[in-house]
């Protein structure tokens, strides 16, 4: 019964889409105020429904009901409460009617929160929307409904991949989702912009906070995706350049070339055309990856069962979607103005460098992704494309971008002249370089490590420099908080976020350039060293789990001779799916992290463990949330909850000016 | 003294406790520096069956063969380069992680670069283009913007 | 005008790449094609399987076409084209030779006892370096050879009766011609 009243609900929710898309968006350009009228109510209609739906399909794997197919795919009665519900998105049905619970979560929350925006605008945003509503649900309904009933219902499910059996399953899809689904509110702005004819600063101020939120979201979707599987598969790798991972990472890259593009919108009203398109270019790179996941075209660890009619769908909506807005840019583009002037030598072209630099590197990760489908296609063979190509081509790449992170900031807005800014930062040049020669006498061999020692200075003494400077100028005796709130959010977001990258960097550098470990045969009382400390291997015993059984080894480390911890790896053989699966011992610590994982036992009754060492690996994890916290700074900027405050009280004031005495 | 006769009979009981063998673990290679450099080669090779895996990484036979395979021959002192041909000899470019630069492989290799230079090339032309001095404004349309001001309404101020 | 083509660009590039997409939808990226077409069939000496005192080697066939099919009798796809083959050998278009591969020998000899041998032989690969050499990723693999000795085709997984009408029987008529 609950099923069918989800499948029922969806189909609500697709007419509300209708609703809120057809009707608004031909009522924008017929001045018709009822029918614009209806994209709000609309859209409250559709999340509505889709939020119903979702909480069906949730219920039927609580109460594991296995006459619906979903479940008994991806569930199982063994299952703990927590993984049944995050079973729900386990499997391609669930995870797409996830999507468009976001693109409902998200389209809802534009409708809230967009009362200063004028009525066409509204309509036209929430009304493109509710067009890519219309083709998900659509894409549900026919071919991938997570409702469909499996007659006779199965004793049981096939279980949830014991892979996915862990924490990053319930946090790492929604949020990954939120992200690439929020994208698409900057698509909508910019395809109401081109709609209307009308591109001013006011659309870019309009954009930023969604874009920058959209964007927070996918950063911490990708750094869940990689810390999960740095902890998850057991030999402590946590970027492969997969493909699905590769396909998340595009429109990353994008949207933070699209986030400075919109700042200098915003600002100075230049670039406008290259701000849209970059808009639309972003969300389209999130619906290639949503294609190249569910279609079969590339083979990636994280690819859903495929169905090539399922990829046919996929690619006609992308055609249309995408087709139609890129078509409607070709159209309307070129009317538009150019905008402010500014000098060869300022922001703008700073941050125009900038959005090169990061387009060509999401050029670049495309290319790898997509080459041997290119190379197939055309008949000339089958070719990989993995990790030592990307390492080779992208990294260089990113260095300039690394280099303008710290300048950026000094350079003026409209024009600043080069020698200017070099003298800004020469002290910091010196530094930088100080600081390079005694990485390279302590890491001499690994290049790599000193670069990243380099470039983390360079951002991190750059931006705090720039800190000084700004807090500096405030009348003296001012304190310390009321110089910090003197300054706007959207600053210290800038700020926040860059220095995130130079520790990302340092953590990144660090681990690959240092890390170290041991593959050895253990058995019950041997010891083992990995740098300076020592691992004993005090105890092995059988355990049992809700849904399987394991092996666990206990490890004592000591460190000099004190002990640091204690850690217990895992080999764990679930009960369903028979696979067995290694739960690697991770001791976490600000400079370095202890791994330990079991391999295979031996007959003599010995284990292969693998120890490692990771310095600063924590730096990794702690760069990304820092980098997303910028972003959340960024967008919770007063300007863009006081303008609307501030709007009202204009009109609110006009009308008393205007009324008749 | 008694408290040191305790520590100490404690002390000799827990060693005993442990099995007379306990010691440093053996590594699983027995030869470190080779297998550094079996590994080394074997990362960039892609295992066929498992295919989202290196051959260093993959469990399947095959790539317990293959692995096996490359430490023989390293043993004898075949050049990485001639290894690799001997992978791709049998399995085709498919099992390269780095894929070969060959003419089919130009775009992919040499694209970035070249992308980069271009799109660097004309952003300075669509910026020098656009940074012409901002013309100089003839008196007499000053004065008739100054005219049109004065005559327009108070408009709210920004 | 110019201008204009400019903003045309994105979309140009999208309907390529739209193009590309298309086709790979029906192409399957985890088969991979042998190197091995139009070249020479690797030589080896391996003890047949029914008796470790003969030998086989490719060189045995020259001047005839055959099949060499790859299996084992651990492998449960090989047991589904199993009697496709027997049906096949009776035909007698062809000789088939088998590579019993990383195997027992008395596993294997007990599996055609069991299931019927469609082949002349089966020679024994117990380590699978011959496998190896001709480039096997995964069991059952068919390759066809032509008189000189050079690798025609090869058929990855099962094979079907529709392969042995509508790709084996072609090719094998075409080889014997010449």
Redesign the interface.
Known sequence: MIPELGNFSVMLALCMALAQSILPITGSFTRNSRWMALARPAAAGQFVFVSFAFGCLIYAFVVNDFSVASVASNSNSTLPLYYRVAATWGGHEGSLLLWILMLAVWTFAVSLFSRQLPDETIARVLGVMGLISIGFLCFLLFTSNPFDRLLPAAADGQDLNPLLQDFGMIVHPPMLYMGYVGFSVAFSFAIAALLGGQLDSAWARWSRPWTLVAWMFLTLGIFMGSFWAYYELG?GGWW?W?AVENASFMPWLVGTALIHSLAVTEKRGSFK?WTV?LA??AF?LSLLGT?LVR???????HAFATD?RR??YI?IF??IV??GS??L??WR??KVG?GG????FSRE?TL??NN??L??AA??VF??T????????LN??????????FE???VP?MLPVLLLIAVGPFVRWKSAPFADVAKRLRWIALATLIFAVIAWMSFAPSAMVVMGVAFCAWILLATASHVLERLRHAPAGTSLWRRIRSQPRSYWGMIVAHAGVGIFVLGVTMVKGTETS???????????SVGEYVFR?NDLQQVSGPNYTAMRGTFEVTHNGSKVATMTPEKRVFTVQRMPMTDAAIDRGFARDLYISLGEPAENGSW??RVQHKPFVSWIWGGCIIIAFGGFLAASDRRYRLKARKRAQ?VAS?VAINAPA | MRKFAVILIASLATYCA??A?????????TDPVLEEHVKAITE?L?CLVC??Q?IA?AHADLAIDLRNQVREKVKQGMSDQAIKDYMVQRY?????????VKS??W???F???L??LG??VI??LR??S???P?EMISESDLQRAAALLRASPES?KE | MK??LV??L??VG??LL?G????????D?????SPFIGKPAPAFTLTQLQDQNKTFSPKDMLGKVWLLNVWASWCVSCREEHPVLLDFAKQNVVPIMGLNYKDGRKEGVDTLSQMGDPYQLSAFDADGRVGIDYGVYGVPETFVIDKQGVIRDKIIGVITPEIVTQKLLPLIKELNRA
């Open positions: 030999w492969f997969d055309n398109l639309i270019i389209s294609f279609s079969g075209v590339l083979t990636s660890v090539p990829g046919l690619l992308l055609a995408i087709g890129l078509s840019y070709a583009a070129p150019l002037k500014f000098s060869l072209s125009l460098v090169v630099l387009l060509t050029a670049t290319l790898g997509l080459y041997p489908l290119f190379l197939d296609a000339l063979g089958k070719i990989s494309v993995g990790p030592p190509y080779t081509v992208f790449l041991n593959d050895v045969n253990m058995r019950v009382g041997d010891t083992t291997f292969v463990v204009d006009a | 442990f099995p063998f306990a010691d440093e673990a053996t590594p699983v290679a960039e892609r295919q989202n290196t990484d085709g470019d498919f099992v390269l992680y780095r894929p070969p089919t492989t775009l992919l290799w694209g970035p670069f992308l980069l799109g660097l952003l300075m910026l020098r656009r940074t012409t901002d709210t | 201008r204009v903003f045309l994105p979309l999208f309907a739209i590309f997409l298309a086709v790979g939808l029906k192409r990226p985890r088969e991979i094609p």
